[in-house]
């Protein structure tokens, strides 16, 4: 059972980019799934979270009118369209699900819980 977040990359102040995170093993479709973030020196962040109990997107103050969660679920993917990207979002990015008790099932608070592993994820660099 593997998670895999990508699509990272190095991108101008203003640009887009889009995160894919990729399940092997089981299905996206029964689990809310969320995207953290991670800059040098500060702490995780909760970026977004989409929820399994009502369907609804969730997002940081920080992202929310930029970032925009999605599934597919032909693709066993959830993808983040980040757009209109600044320095400040430069971080690892992860995803994680609800099946082993990562993500906050409603995808209250900052969408983590204690028992978050935090893996690999996939570096984005937002520079001029």
């Known amino acids: 059972v593997q998670l895999q977040a990508s699509g990272g990359g190095l991108v101008q102040p203003g640009g887009s980019l889009r995160l894919s995170c990729t399940a092997s093993g089981f299905s996206l479709d029964y689990y809310s799934i969320a995207w953290f973030r991670q800059a040098p020196g500060k702490e995780r962040e909760g970026v977004s979270c989409i929820s399994v109990s009502d369907g609804m997107p969730y997002y940081s103050a920080s992202v929310k009118g930029r970032f925009f969660i999605s599934r597919d679920m032909a693709k066993n993917k959830v993808y983040l369209q980040m757009n209109d990207l600044r320095p400040e979002d430069t971080a690892v990015y992860s995803c994680?699900?609800?099946?082993?008790?990562?993500?906050?099932?409603?995808?209250?608070?900052?969408?983590?819980?204690?028992?978050?592993?935090w893996g690999h994820g996939t570096q984005v660099t937002v520079s001029s």
């Open positions: 994680a699900t609800s099946r082993d008790g990562q993500v906050d099932l409603h995808c209250s608070g900052n969408y983590y819980t204690p028992k978050t592993s």
